[in-house]
């Protein structure tokens, strides 16, 4: 993979950011802020649009690792949580998109010195990875292996816990477990060479004699197993990642074999480009930033996960994208079965999987709503559920109770943030967010650094550093070296993280009044790191550089705002006239002698009748084009290739009718319910529209996606009154 990249020098890292197009906010915080809330309503990121579909991802966060399990009506997910504490989260739906958060299964993962971040030992990018969900005799079990500790079994009786840890004598990395109908228990792990194992009736081991190759090394198979009996036949699901991330799936008539291995999901990038990587993470700072070709999707494509089947009889799969400085993400898909194999997708373009489509036919409908709380004022006798400590924290030197509606943290000794104990943490969240907290440093002492950092490596932060020279508030950034101080006696300060997960950038600020905020230090590069395999986390803290304990900074209140909380960046523009403009090369859809055809837009087609298109409601974020023209209905014939994309006098049902599909920058995919492939323009070639498109290419160039306007009010009394 890093063939595939670039080395990217400081002056080059500033010369892609500048090609990109990112403007120095210019704009008061103030002013920002107001707009956001108005815009947004303080809403979070919930992947169900409230018009009968949903927009992936299903948590614009990391979530990486998922396992998914239906126990009769309801439906629990869990992930991987790595180092952070509390960890495995427990979510429940009824729906398979709205999510509630019931419990974590584990509240302290205390292993070993790293664990606490003792003598100078930490464990990044260790701890609980690729979590194993499953339900057998009233029993919920999560099955994770513990990197240097061995495989751990999580068990309870009610998924809200209490929760049972047991460490088995096995160590089996990236397990799936699969309860046979014989009784028998197997276990399955391994990359490119798979193997498989049968479990002792207590799961504490595996029975000697049983372990075996079940997929030599070379077949295909990959990694991330998740392993189902399905009418008689094993299934088992899992992951390549070289060159790119594909998904396949392994089937057999008996648990050992032989399988057959065929690709399930292959390619699915959302739109998403791999950009920034940081590989060697222990050379540096600064460290190697790789840069990726502008339309190299690399580990981003939708990648080792699983199935279920709802109630109706659907199936559905999830699986997670790597996707880039916000971290891996969770998303789902309707699964076809063709010949006895499933297929992430839909009938005629399958491996793709649609962004926006359908809620799942649960039985259930939900209210959108996400999972956890980010907005903290610390006045609850707990932390909100969003948070997570850096390591294992030291439980008597954090406090919700020595002073009422504020978080103290008291300061341990750290040569740096990095290891800074009792840093709490919350997930960035895309595809674009601001992090707000106040503090009160008035008790700091000599050596601490209290703030607010975007914890990644490189990383970054703004916060109060006291010493024997005075007080100062003072931007760090790791990758360049970067100390900017400004000496101050002020003992109440705002912080405030700003980051852009579509540039994977951030900026830090301040404030002394709360509402007018000072950006200092400029643009913080935001790669995408292979040590915790995590992306950026809005972190806080306090620490002390002194080598003793000192004092504390007392948090009043953190802020998450999100201006782009929504699957549908802008609304469907029902009823309303509209032009339609191709991303690829500026063209403009048009009725051209019935059928359509991008044009010039300086051809005077593209400024009349023949490009005006009304938008009609077919329900479900469905949508009809009618021409303004003629009063016909964009319609998909045939093979749906070039000619088959006319205009016919009456609505055709589904060939008349699209998937509104906004790609979440104001973008859009229209998907053909005829084929369930996308409109599409040939770019440059100067042809007609055909509707064969399987996906969006990273760069939105590939002539798929499509920016689009609502006509002038003028524009359109016009027309009601013929006076065009």
């Not at 979510?91 to 010195?113: C, F, I, M």
């Not at 995408?528 to 395999?533: D, E, G, I, K």
Request: glycine share 10%; proline share 5%; hydrophobic share 35%.
């Amino acid at each position: 993979m890093r063939q595939t990249g670039e080395r990217l020098s400081a002056g080059q890292l500033f010369m892609f950011l500048f090609m990109i197009g990112i403007s120095v906010h210019a704009v008061s915080f103030a002013q920002d802020r107001e707009r956001m809330v108005a815009d947004s309503s303080q809403c979070t990121w919930t992947a169900d649009n409230g018009n009968g579909t949903f927009t992936n991802p299903l948590f614009y966060e990391e979530f990486s690792d998922p396992d998914l399990i239906r126990v009769g009506d309801d439906y629990y997910m869990t992930g991987t949580t790595m180092h952070t504490m509390p960890g495995l989260p427990v979510l429940h739906s009824r729906d398979l998109v709205n999510w509630e958060l019931l419990s974590y299964a584990v509240r302290r993962l205390d292993v070993g010195p790293e664990i606490r971040m003792e003598n100078g030992r930490d464990f990044y990018g260790q701890g609980i990875w690729a979590p194993c969900f499953r339900y057998h005799n009233d029993t919920f079990y999560i099955f994770s292996n513990v990197n240097r500790y061995g495989t751990q079994i999580f068990s309870a009786a009610d998924p809200k816990g209490p929760w049972k840890q047991r460490t088995m004598n096995a160590r089996l990395h990236d397990v799936t477990v699969l309860f046979d109908d014989d009784g028998k228990v197997y276990a399955v792990w391994g990359y490119n060479e798979v193997r498989m194992v049968q479990m002792t009736e207590d799961l504490m081991d595996v029975v000697p004699g049983t372990e075996r190759v079940i997929i030599e090394g070379g077949s295909g198979a990959g990694e991330g197993s998740h392993i189902y009996k399905i009418d008689g036949k094993v299934y088992i699901t899992n992951t390549n990642y070289d060159p790119v991330c594909y998904q396949v799936c392994l089937r057999a008539d008996h648990p050992y074999g032989p399988y057959e291995v065929n690709v399930m999901s292959a390619e699915e990038n959302f739109g998403v480009a791999q950009r920034l990587r940081v590989f060697n993470t222990h050379d540096g700072p600064p460290f190697e930033i790789v840069r990726f070709p502008e339309n190299y999707v690399g580990c981003i494509p939708m990648h080792q996960g699983g199935i279920v089947q709802v109630q109706s009889g659907e199936w559905w799969g999830w699986s997670m994208l790597d996707h880039n400085s916000v971290g891996r993400v969770t998303a789902l898909s309707p699964v076809t079965w063709v010949e006895g194999w499933p297929y992430f997708g839909l009938p005629s373009n399958l491996t793709r999987s649609p962004r926006t489509w359908v809620k799942p036919n649960t039985g259930f409908t939900s209210e959108p709503v996400a999972p956890f709380e980010r907005d903290d004022d610390f006045s609850g006798p707990e932390l909100k559920n969003a948070w997570q400590w850096n390591h294992v924290p030291v439980d008597t030197k954090w406090s919700l109770k020595e002073r009422p509606g504020y978080l103290r943290l008291h300061s341990l000794p750290a040569e740096t943030f990095w290891h800074a104990k009792n840093s709490l943490t919350q997930r960035g969240i895309g595809p674009e967010s601001y992090a707000i907290t106040e503090l009160d440093v008035s008790n700091l002492k000599d050596g601490d650094i209290a703030g607010l950092a975007l914890l990644n490596l490189p990383y970054a932060w703004i916060g109060i550093v006291k010493n024997g020279e005075g007080q100062f508030l003072q931007f760090y950034d790791q990758q360049e070296q970067e100390r900017i101080r400004i000496e101050t006696g002020e003992n109440r300060v705002w912080l405030r993280a700003h980051c852009n997960f579509d540039t994977d950038t951030g900026i830090l600020g301040y404030s002394f009044d709360g509402e007018n905020f000072r950006e200092i230090g400029g643009e913080i590069i935001l790669p995408y790191q292979l040590r915790t395999f995590q992306g950026v986390r809005y972190a806080i803290f306090n620490f002390n550089t002194a080598g003793k304990e000192g004092g504390y900074a007392d948090f009043n209140s953190f802020e998450v705002l999100e201006p782009r909380c929504k699957g549908l960046t802008r609304p469907i523009p029902y009823n309303e006239m509209i032009t339609i403009k191709s991303l690829a090369d500026n063209s403009v859809l048009v009725n051209w002698r019935n059928f359509l055809r991008p044009v010039d837009p300086g051809s005077r087609f593209a400024g009349g009748d023949a490009a005006r298109f009304r938008i009609l409601d077919r329900g479900n974020g469905l949508i009809a084009l009618q021409s303004v023209a003629t009063g016909g209905y964009v319609t998909v014939k045939g093979n749906a290739g070039l000619a088959e994309v006319r205009m016919e006098a009456e609505d055709q049902g589904d060939a008349s009718t699209f998937q509104w599909q906004d790609l979440l920058n104001g973008d859009i995919m229209l998907m053909s319910l005829y084929n369930h492939r996308y409109l599409f323009v040939d770019p440059h070639a100067g042809s007609l529209c055909s509707a064969d498109a399987r996906g969006a290419r990273p760069d939105h160039k590939g002539g798929a996606c499509f920016t689009w306007n609502v006509l002038s009010e003028n524009v359109r009394k016009e027309k009601l009154t013929g006076t065009d």
